[in-house]
């Protein structure tokens, strides 16, 4: 599928550069655990510590030059604002778990793998 050539912008809020990681107060910063606006979360997080969000890897929340979602909604041909509708778009911005990572520790109520075997 082809998609059009864009040209990279620094963040609108943070100014940071595409590939640089937002600073932490930024609006358009989305949150890597949850998909929702990563200032959202902290604000949570300061008023629950256990929150869940907890874990949020900037590196992977990093500007990219274009808007969160929009070249991964156009690369599948799916309307980016329609996939928040039918509350899909969290699959581009949630960075996935991986169960053998060193930094994954599943717990008792972790729906996203079975338990491990021992």
């Known amino acids: 599928m082809a998609t059009k050539k864009r040209e990279l912008t620094d963040c609108p809020d943070c100014g940071v550069k595409p590939g640089e990681v937002h600073n932490p107060i930024c609006d358009v910063q989305l949150c890597s655990v949850c ?4 200032l959202q979360c902290l604000h949570r997080i300061e008023i629950n510590p256990d929150d869940k969000c907890e874990g949020h890897n ?14 991964e909604a156009e690369y599948l041909g799916v309307d980016l604002y329609g996939a928040e509708w039918h509350k899909i778009d969290k699959i581009f911005y949630v960075e996935p778990i991986v169960a053998e990572s060193p ?4 717990t008792d109520d972790d729906i996203n793998f079975p338990p491990r075997m021992n």
């Open 103 to 106: 930094f994954y520790e599943p």
């Open 58 to 71: 900037p590196g992977f929340a990093r500007w990219t030059g274009i808007n969160p979602g929009e070249a």
């Open 35 to 38: 998909g929702g606006q990563y």
